[in-house]
Structure formats: structure tokens, C-alpha cells
């Protein structure tokens, strides 16, 4: 079972229509996103009113749907420009969080040359 470290998380970033459950957005990831649903992948989808989030996620033998709706804040969102990017398990986190995703910046590599 992937974990939420483990696996890529996409960010679907044009608003979709959250009526939409697992059979929907399942199908909005295999047809215009060219992902399979059921990688163990996350994706990551928005409202137009920037107040809710849903994330589809597979997990060994069935889908999860997370529901976030935030009561007192709008959610920091990319440009609508592309269908998808990928975020960071950082990102997402502060994503969720109601913060700047953008400022989540992956730590370059570090190669250690010293162990003492």
C-alpha cells in the first residue's frame, strides 16, 4: 500500500463539478488526464468557489474520496492555465492547510560527504 510520502499527488486544477463522486472523477483522470484511477496516485480536484477540495486515492482493493470544505477561508489555488500538476506530499499538505502551496519548495538532494 502506497502512502501519502510514497505516491505522486496530482492537482487537477480547473474547477469540476463536485456532484461528481469516484465513478466521475475516475473517469475524469482516465480519459482527459491519461492516469490510471487506480495507480494508488492522488488527485486532487477543486470547486469554482475555491472553498472545497475532493481527493480521489486507490488503496489495495477500493477507492477512498476525502472531502475538505473550509468555513472561513478560500483555498490558494494555481492558475487554471494546464489540466494537471504535480504537488509535493509537502504542498498538499500545505495546500490543505489553507496556505501558499507555492511557497512548499522541494529540498534540493544532498549528498553527504562527511560522516563523522
Known amino acids: ?5 510514497d505516491a505522486k499527488v496530482w492537482f487537477y486544477k480547473k474547477p ?6 469516484v465513478d466521475g472523477l475516475s473517469m475524469l483522470v482516465a480519459d482527459t488526464l491519461q492516469l490510471d484511477p ?4 492522488f ?13 480521489l486515492w ?3 482493493n477500493g477507492f477512498y474520496l476525502l472531502y475538505k470544505r473550509n468555513e472561513n477561508y478560500k483555498f490558494i489555488f494555481p492558475s ?4 494537471a500538476i504535480e504537488l509535493t506530499s509537502s504542498q498538499l499538505q500545505c495546500l490543505l492547510s489553507g496556505n501558499d502551496y507555492r511557497l ?8 553527504p560527504s562527511h560522516f563523522f
Open 1 to 5: 500500500m502506497l502512502s501519502l510520502f
Open 16 to 21: 469540476v463539478d463536485f456532484r461528481r463522486g
Open 38 to 41: 487506480a495507480s494508488g496516485q
Open 43 to 55: 488527485f486532487v480536484f477543486r470547486n469554482r468557489q475555491a472553498d472545497k477540495v475532493k481527493i
Open 58 to 60: 486507490w488503496s489495495d
Open 80 to 83: 487554471e492555465h494546464d489540466q
Open 104 to 111: 512548499q519548495f522541494k529540498p534540493a538532494p544532498v549528498k
